[in-house]
């Protein structure tokens, strides 16, 4: 199955996480005079809102359902977004800030695609651009399968289906919607990594850690911290 096909597409912003305010405006601080690009742009649930402070934002996706919500919005038909996979694709040019959010990094599914991501970008940032990543941290598990209920209402309900294996650090998991009219899936099959394992792609850029906070409020890191923001720069200016 398709993880962002059309279904998902039309889903994505249904359900918004309530953080897209402190997220613009910590990526705007980042970015400075610009310009930005966003990995995984998707529908513009991030670069939209930070492209109206002023901060030119390009972008890359994969999806071409994901893009065509994204240009069916105001502003959307002004953003350039490269199509194609973010660990390869090239754009032209620098960038001060390259993003990625919402545990994105963690699509690419083997070790080798997050590195050669990390390279992707160190190529595209300037001497003294940054690349900020949010993602989950991994966390220790009593079993290697879970189900919760996300929500329930009473007309339907979601269910939330995981499956992790600590051997490939692959997660698969299923977003059930139930109604009366039918059983909907929403797949997403995603390679979690520790943050120190980010720290190490990192170093194989040639970049490093600049900063890491507990979540867009730049809250401690601390054990018991879900989610993580991680920036990182260059070790040294180009020679």
Known sequence: MDSF????????????????????ALLHE????????????GTGRIALPLAATGVRVDGIDLSPDMV????????GDALSVTMGDFADVDVPGTYSLVYVVYNTLFNL?????????????????TDDGVFLVEAGV??????DQSIR?????KRDVWLD???YDPVTQLLEENHVHLTPQGIRFFPVVQRLAWPAELDLMA???????????????RQPFTVHTPNCVSVYERNSPRS
Do not use: M
């Not at 096909?5 to 613009?24: C, I, K, L, Q």
């Open 68 to 75: 065509a919500q994204l240009r069916a919005k105001p502003g």
């Open 203 to 217: 170093r194989i850029a040639g970049l490093r850690l600049k900063h890491r906070w507990g979540g867009w409020e």
């Open 30 to 41: 980042l970015a400075g005079a610009g310009p930005a690009l966003e990995l995984a742009i």
């Open 138 to 143: 991994p966390h220790i598990r009593d079993d």
């Open 5 to 24: 096909g059309a279904d998902t597409a039309a889903e994505y912003d249904n359900n918004p996480r309530g953080d897209e305010g402190v997220s613009v």
């Open 149 to 153: 209920a996300e929500r329930v209402n």
């Open 109 to 125: 599914l083997t070790q080798d695609d997050q590195v050669r991501c990390f390279e992707n970008v160190a190529k595209h940032l």
């Open 161 to 163: 289906l995981e499956r």
